[in-house]
């Protein structure tokens, strides 16, 4: 989480109804491949969902319990292994954080947008893997999942506030932007 955003806005977190929703929708795809939604993994879930945000992993041990106990980091990184690799959670490598997948709509592959003014995360439909996955595949590797993190401004941080002092930045790593 930043907090040094000066552009005053936020996404609204999931209310407690969207949490449960979600948790029910992640549980149910796990069952339906044989996998279960343990104590620890749907804690783990929960917060990254309620949180709506990327979140670190030393924040999720200490979010663990509500109550002053400490979790065992062992257990909170083994429910974060095996989230990841049902494809509901995703490690965003560029923050060092995990962030909670639409367990309705589970994707090979993912592109996250990453603001570095607000660090606002938003998901959105990735481009096509289908090269990369035939490449991997002619190398004999077969790809499980795939997360792409771009970085740059969301719309909100985008906009100007008392001076164009972003004029002429390209933002988006598109490629250099002609000079005015
Ligand atoms: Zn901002
Ligand atoms: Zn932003």
Redesign the pocket.
């Known amino acids: 989480m930043r907090s040094a ?3 005053g ?1 936020g996404i609204p977190p999931a209310t407690p109804a969207q949490v449960e929703q979600a948790l029910e929708a992640a549980a149910a795809r796990l069952a339906a491949g044989g996998g279960r939604l343990t104590p620890p993994r749907r804690r783990i879930l929960e917060l990254l969902l309620a949180a709506g945000a990327p979140v670190g992993a030393y924040d999720l041990v200490a979010r663990f319990h509500s109550s002053s106990r400490v979790a065992k980091p062992a257990t909170v990184y083994r429910a974060l292994h095996f989230l990841e690799t049902c494809g509901l959670v995703h490690r965003l490598s560029t923050l060092k954080a995990y962030v909670a997948c639409d367990p309705d709509q589970p994707a090979a592959a993912t592109t996250f947008l990453l ?1 570095d ?2 660090g606002a995360c938003r998901p959105i439909p990735s481009a096509d893997a289908g090269p990369l996955q035939a490449a991997a595949a002619a190398a004999g590797y077969v790809i499980e999942r795939i997360t792409f993190e771009a970085q740059g ?2 719309a ?2 985008r906009r100007p506030r008392a001076g164009p002092s972003q004029v002429g930045l390209s933002a988006d790593g598109a490629g250099p932007v002609a000079a005015p």
């Open positions: 955003c000066p552009h806005h603001c003014c607000c401004r969301c909100a941080c």
